[in-house]
């Protein structure tokens, strides 16, 4: 869904096993709106409204579609806000479109979170089914189950970023909730830790979760948008 307006536009990235319908997408929808600001946001594949088998879902996939968007349907410097996978392909495009990204907000962003999945969050029995099978489905604390592929685990080493965060020169700003039991917080202090630009703010919330949906923590998304929306 593409809103115009006037730039720098903001370009929302979803999670992983998420959509464009969410929260936070839609707050940011709302607030772009009024401020007439150009705004986009759109399912990567296999998400949402989007065609395709999640069971062939993949981090370089899902890059191809945010450089499609980036490309082909905005104008002139972006403020990406990325949400969980999202902060990881937020960090790609920086990296492979410099001069079309202005800044990034993160909002609990999972770079490189496939390994993570295979080797802290697995036990031995779905590590062996995955070899095994070459997929596997695990329990969402959300509700139901969602499936995690091998290949989605092969392509996402292809695709890592925590040791090229160096490279980026633009400003980040991430939200992280340290209640968050999907995405430990204490990674975005390492993210900022390793990032290449000097304006780089980690605003950290005591009881907040993964989702960051709740009204307090939507204010102050769009605070932090504002911010760098008003910055020179």
């Known amino acids: 869904m593409r809103q115009p307006g006037r730039a720098p536009g903001v370009m929302f990235l979803h999670g992983f096993n998420s959509d464009m319908q ?66 990881w392909l937020a960090f790609l495009l920086a990296l492979t479109r410099p001069e079309r990204v202005r800044a990034i907000i ?47 685990i092969d392509d996402g080493r292809k695709h890592f970023v925590m040791d090229k965060l160096g490279q980026i020169k633009c400003p980040l700003h991430i939200l992280h909730g340290q209640q968050d039991a999907d995405v430990k917080w204490q990674q975005s202090l390492d993210i900022a830790a390793r990032w290449g630009c000097d304006d780089v703010q980690v605003n950290l919330i005591k009881s907040a979760g993964h989702r960051l949906s709740e009204p307090a923590e939507l204010l102050l998304l769009q605070h932090t948008l504002t911010q760098l929306l008003e910055t020179p």
């Open 22 to 87: 969410g929260g936070k997408a839609t707050a940011l929808a709302e607030y772009c709106g009024e401020r007439e600001q150009a705004f986009i946001r759109f399912d990567c594949r296999a998400h949402g409204r989007s065609a395709g088998d999640f069971a062939d879902f993949t981090i370089g996939g899902a890059l191809e579609d945010a450089l499609y968007v980036l490309d082909h349907l905005t104008e002139g410097p972006q403020i990406l806000v990325g949400s969980s996978m999202g902060g």
């Open 106 to 152: 993160g909002l609990a962003p999972a770079p490189d979170f496939t390994d993570q999945i295979y080797f802290d969050d697995f036990n031995d029995a779905q590590r062996a089914e995955l070899d095994a099978k070459g997929r596997v489905n695990i329990p969402s604390q959300y509700g139901g189950e969602y499936l995690i592929t091998k290949k989605l």
